[in-house]
């Protein structure tokens, strides 16, 4: 298992259109290392016990009046114990001006200052769930991700047994690829997977025979998907006539990644097989279950009824 151990603040300020009120200050040398964010409403009172300064600071509407109730020698001392006190960056959400002497304060202490017209609760969402997807443990498997029908399916199996096959039949019918070939997994949360492409292959096909194709090209964009959670696996491998495989699907079984259970089916290869379609009635099936209704159980009830009608008939006849 891998994690990235930090991220750029540049990164950041990109996916959150954020905009530098200090543009002398490099914030392409600041990294962020914790999934966190911070309102710095204490320690502008003078409370820095327990400071979590390797977050990012926001300065929303409570903290910027709280700063005007001061005067103006007060509100600069106050800047500047927390611009000193080695923190990343500090944000105002709300679209707030701080004052030109704070912004000089900033650039010459050295200390990204940034805006933003979200919100603040809605601004500290947003970057928590980007900065956990970022920051969260992370493995590379090998194997085909693919959206069907809504469903993250990973589809997995030795080299050259039909996988990327098996997702361009989907593609052609309607479903979008994530990726081929090499999956990122992040896990986000106890019980949540995304997979994504890593950047060399993202969209590429690799098929046998023919060579590297570019699905978004050759398909269109409505073909492709960035990331997708997974939802299930699909284990590809070999007809064995001498093994047992399920046939009625009555108890889950599961495959296990960075900790977290995934809802896994072993599909055995013989010629003849439209791998797509099964995987297309696996992808409605998985839903279904989800939704409260499972097949398998309703067939055994629905069995086990008519034994016991049976076993009554013969009853009643003796």
């Known amino acids: 298992m891998a994690s990235k151990e930090r991220v750029k603040l540049s990164m950041v300020v990109k996916k959150m259109q954020l905009v530098s009120l200090t ?4 914030a392409k040398k600041v990294f962020l290392h914790v999934p966190e964010v911070n309102r710095p409403a204490l320690q502008l009172t003078g409370f820095y016990e327990q400071f979590d300064n390797d977050r990012i600071q926001i300065i929303g509407n409570v903290e ?13 001392d106050r800047y500047r114990q927390l611009f000193s006190s080695n923190i990343p960056c500090v944000v105002f959400c709300r679209n707030i001006e701080p004052e030109p002497e704070i912004v000089e304060l900033a650039t010459q202490m050295n200390l990204p200052l940034f805006k933003s017209t979200k919100s603040t609760s809605d601004f500290m ?24 029908y809504g469903e993250g399916v990973l589809i997995t199996g030795e080299s050259g047994i039909g996988k ?38 993202k969209y590429f096909i ?7 194709i570019d699905v978004k090209t050759l398909f ?16 590809l491998e070999d007809w064995n006539k001498d093994t047992e495989y399920d046939r009625l699907g009555l108890e889950e079984e599961y495959t296990e990644y960075l900790g977290t259970k995934v809802v896994c089916h072993t599909l055995p290869i013989r010629p003849g097989r439209n791998l797509a379609v099964i995987v297309e009635a696996a ?13 398998a159980k309703e ?6 009824e008519n034994m016991l009608k049976g076993a009554d008939d013969d009853g009643d006849d003796d």
């Open 220 to 235: 269109g964009v409505e073909s492709v998907k960035e990331k997708q959670q997974i939802d299930m696996v699909m284990q």
């Open 283 to 295: 992808a409605v099936n998985h839903r279904q279950k989800e939704m409260g209704y499972n097949a």
């Open 299 to 304: 067939l055994y009830r629905r069995v086990q």
């Open 206 to 212: 690799e098929l046998r025979g023919i060579g590297i």
């Open 125 to 148: 969402a947003e970057v928590i769930r980007f900065l956990k997807e970022q920051l969260a443990p992370c493995i590379v498997i090998h194997g085909v991700l693919v959206d069907v």
């Open 64 to 76: 910027h009046s709280y700063l005007l109730s001061l005067t103006e020698e007060e509100r600069r």
């Open 164 to 201: 990327s096959e098996a997702a361009l039949e989907l593609i052609k019918r309607g479903h979008r690829l994530v990726t081929d070939d090499a999956v990122e997994i992040r896990k986000i949360s106890d019980d949540t997977l995304i997979g994504s492409a890593p950047g060399v292959t």
């Open 23 to 26: 543009p002398e200050v490099d």
